[in-house]
């Protein structure tokens, strides 16, 4: 078999799908303003509530961490009513990254619930306030913190980028 035939050339090396990467702002956004919400309840002394509604934001983490941002609630909303109602992105983003960051947000706000339920009531406010640091970060500004150490944990070689 020679070189130049179509059997021995190596194929086009496999692509990732992309998301768009105005999904990811949008959730954001979302998640800013509930965890805003969370925080101002959470000082307020509206433990409870502010409890239950960071478990529910955790929960939403877990989905996006374990499904991938595709999947998650509010990228489904932004791909079926949001998306069509744009013009195409300029360029596609490899998902892991936000789905990594998604699992930060998960052990942020985990972390302030399990504090929270453990009896350490100023933990669930203040977890919601460094996730909302984030988010906002994220649907304000285009700069996901997540995304950064999932990129600075692929240059160490802790996570392996295939």
Do not use: K
Request: hydrophobic share 55%; aromatic share 8%; proline share 10%.
């Amino acid at each position: 078999m020679s070189p130049s035939t179509p059997e021995s050339r190596p194929g086009p090396a496999p692509t990732r799908p992309g998301i768009d990467p105005r999904g990811p702002r949008f959730a954001a956004a979302i998640t800013a303003v509930l965890l805003l919400v969370t925080a101002v309840l959470g000082f307020g002394g509206a433990d409870a509530a502010a409890l239950g509604l960071l478990a529910a934001i955790a929960a939403l983490f877990a989905w996006g961490a374990v499904a991938g941002v595709a999947r998650h609630p509010f990228g489904l909303f932004f791909r079926a009513l949001v998306r069509p109602r744009l013009a195409p992105p300029a360029e596609l983003e490899d998902p892991r990254p936000p789905t990594f960051a998604q699992l930060v947000g998960l052990l942020v706000t985990g972390t302030g619930v399990v504090l929270g339920l453990a009896g350490a009531p100023l933990a669930v406010p203040l977890a919601a306030s460094i996730a909302f640091v984030a988010a906002f970060l994220n649907a304000a500004f285009a700069y996901c913190l997540g995304c950064h150490v999932y990129l600075l944990l692929v240059r160490a070689r802790v996570i392996r980028h295939a």
